[in-house]
């Protein structure tokens, strides 16, 4: 029987140090408060790596949204059953950087929006939906950094170029916004003109309401 609680950071492309920032910081709180503690990365071709999966496959991850998307599904089948139930099951908190909202909003982002309703069903089959034993956040926090920020990052500084440029950022914004009430989300503000720590702050009076 499920008893600890699954906490997800999310965030667009571009917000990656004020998510990955948040998380640390959050486990240390956690854990000063002598939480018993369990991270999970998003379900992305690196996370496969980790659990073994580029044994058996060799997947060209990044060349199709679309097969990205089922690949993320079954990546994620493995998380949620081998890391994230068992882990909940004990009583511990799981925190978990990007997970459902982003592998949604990559797909949309890249055009499968008349297909919407039946990838959030197979999504929701990779977190136990007709297993009788699906994993649902019980908080999402979405690190809200804006469009031009993110664009600036990943464009200008990392040089690495998505098709459409800044647009690409305000249409993965405006989905997260408008996903984040399915999810028992909440945005926080993560811009550039807020310190991290006020950040954290805020992150974990949120993280606590739900404990």
Known sequence: MRKGKFIVLE?????GQQVKGGLV?????????KIDVVECANPDS????????????????GRDARADFIFECAVRTEIFQGIVRPALEADK????????????ANAWVNGSTQSLDVLRHLEKISRGFLFGD???PD???FFDVPPEEAFERVEE?????????????????????KELPRWRGVRIDASSGRHQDQIDAEVLK??????
């Open 93 to 104: 908190i799981v925190l978990c950087k990007q997970s459902s909202i982003s592998s949604l």
């Open 206 to 211: 949120l993280v606590k309401e739900v404990l």
């Open 134 to 136: 699906e994993v649902f």
């Open 25 to 33: 910081s959050l486990h240390k709180a956690l854990t000063d408060l």
């Open 46 to 61: 690196g996370r496969a790596k980790e659990l073994g999966a580029a044994s058996m496959i060799n997947w060209p991850f």
């Open 139 to 141: 908080l999402t926090i």
């Open 157 to 177: 500084v990392l040089q690495i170029h998505h098709e459409g440029g800044l647009s690409y950022y305000q249409q993965m914004r405006e989905f997260y916004l």
């Open 11 to 15: 965030g667009i492309s571009g917000s």
